[in-house]
């Protein structure tokens, strides 16, 4: 149990449906994070939140929405997804944004997209 | 920019037996330089870290890393590995120019009994 709790453990959508994954911590951290995780693919940066401000946005489509309401929950809004983002998506907390800082993982949300 | 380079996808052992895996990363200041573990169905966990002094550092679960850094790298060890080591470990690097850590693309280890 690393205090981060991602909802839906697994999403199953079609290309036209609306759906948002959850994230929250309650650990005290400033810092989050979502992630992309595809089969023996490096871990990709989606989006970094600090103090409920967004810090990263690394190319992601649009199609990805993050949303950081406070700095203890963490959205990302899906809509007209493709198969090719059919992937592990987790969610990540730290103290602040800072390199040095431990990241704590949620078990992430298993997305499939038909 | 910062890269990391996990040269194995897989790596296969005996129980008992012992660990190194390999990590390589391209920066030219000193880094800090990470390795974590994922088991099947979670997240991330850390299992050590390194920002700087003592180049070998000490983790969770029996693991040590050595960071080298006129070859570039922060391999991983453990001297006997048990079944329960089964998982996928990764390595990151993060640096003064981007603060966030870059990953790997990780190493499976399969234990056999």
């Known amino acids: 149990e690393t205090g981060v709790t991602q909802t839906p453990r697994h999403l199953v959508m079609g290309m036209t449906n609306k759906k948002s994954l959850k994230c929250e911590q309650h650990l005290g951290h400033n810092a989050m994070y979502w992630y992309k995780q595809s089969a023996k693919k490096p871990l990709e940066l989606m989006f970094v939140?600090?103090?409920?401000?967004?810090?990263e946005n690394n190319s992601v489509p649009s199609r990805f929405s993050p949303e950081c309401p406070n700095s203890s929950h963490l959205f990302l809004h899906l809509h007209t997804l493709q198969p090719e983002d059919s992937a592990l998506y987790l969610c990540a907390s730290s103290l602040t944004d800072r390199g040095n800082e431990k990241l704590f993982f949620g078990s992430g949300t298993q997305l499939s997209v038909l | 920019a910062q890269s990391v380079t996990q040269p194995d996808i897989h790596i296969t052992v005996s129980e008992g037996a012992s660990l190194e895996l390999r990590c390589n990363y391209s920066?030219?200041?000193?880094?800090?330089l990470f390795w974590y573990v994922q088991s099947p169905g979670q997240g991330l966990q850390l299992l050590l870290k390194?920002?700087?002094?003592?180049?070998l550092v000490q983790g969770i679960k029996g693991f040590e890393a050595e960071f080298k850094r006129s070859q570039s790298s922060f391999n991983l060890r453990k001297p006997s590995v048990h079944w329960s080591d089964a998982a996928e470990y990764f390595c990151a690097v993060a640096s003064g120019g981007s603060y966030i850590p870059t990953f790997g693309r990780g190493t499976s280890l399969i234990v056999h009994p």
């Open positions: 390194y920002f700087s002094g003592d180049t």
């Open positions: 939140y600090s103090l409920e401000e967004r810090v």
């Open positions: 920066y030219g200041a000193t880094p800090y």
